[in-house]
């Protein structure tokens, strides 16, 4: 279980949430994963502001192979976005639906993955939202017990016929505190090419 607060600044405003996640390992190869946005406050410089409770994920997931070799991880997953969110500007009101592809591989303190998700949006007011390609390239270090430093490049492909695919890349700092083997504070900071900076604060419980 990930309970976390996160506060981000964007060019345009700030934005508070305050996040929880249960993941359930059914069998060494298959996880649920249920995350949920419990509050979140979007305050933009102009415009109408907006707070309450966000979206609701939920991930299944399979590992198809274990690393062998020079060969990675393959996870298959299958995710689904229910509209739980209590205000138009924080959800769109309607279910998203995913499949993921995963691959990852570790070297020593070294972890390296590429996510791959193809999402359908449906249609969202007036306008409806194209089929999405979505990619996270993520490498993570860790640099002794409790300090790590990651870097991601992301990015999706054009969402409406009149938007341009993003790209963009992060990197960040996070800091691990661990109390006990059941739990673990931890404090990470990032920031990323499209000037959008992100403090977050959260607990890992394992049971």
């Given at each position: 279980m990930d309970t976390a607060g996160e506060f981000g600044t964007e060019p345009d405003g700030k934005v508070w949430l305050f996040e929880s996640g249960v993941q359930y390992q059914a069998s060494n190869r298959l996880q649920l994963l249920a995350e949920g946005t419990l509050f979140e406050a979007q305050r933009p410089d102009v415009g109408e502001r907006a707070s309450g409770l966000?979206?609701?994920?939920?991930?299944?997931?399979?590992?198809?192979?274990?690393?062998?070799?020079?060969?990675?991880?393959?996870?298959?997953?299958?995710?689904?976005?229910?509209?739980?969110?209590?205000?138009?500007?924080?959800?769109?009101?309607?279910?998203?639906?995913?499949?993921?592809?995963?691959?990852?591989?570790?070297?020593?303190?070294?972890?390296?993955?590429?996510?791959?998700?193809?999402?359908?949006?449906?249609?969202?007011?007036?306008?409806?939202l194209k089929e999405q390609f979505l990619y996270t390239i993520n490498a993570e270090y860790g640099l002794n017990d409790y300090f790590s430093v990651y870097g991601e490049l992301f990015g999706n492909s054009a969402p409406t016929a009149s938007e341009s695919r993003t790209d963009a890349a992060r990197i960040g700092l996070e800091v691990d505190i661990p109390v006990s083997e059941r739990v673990a504070p931890y404090v990470s900071l990032e920031i990323d090419t499209e000037s959008v900076g992100t403090v977050r604060a959260g607990v890992e419980w394992t049971w």
């Open positions: 966000g979206d609701t994920e939920l991930t299944l997931s399979w590992l198809a192979a274990g690393a062998r070799g020079a060969l990675p991880s393959v996870v298959l997953g299958a995710k689904v976005k229910l509209p739980t969110a209590t205000h138009d500007e924080i959800g769109s009101g309607k279910a998203d639906y995913s499949a993921l592809l995963i691959l990852g591989r570790e070297s020593g303190e070294l972890e390296l993955s590429v996510e791959t998700e193809f999402a359908t949006f449906g249609q969202v007011g007036d306008e409806r």
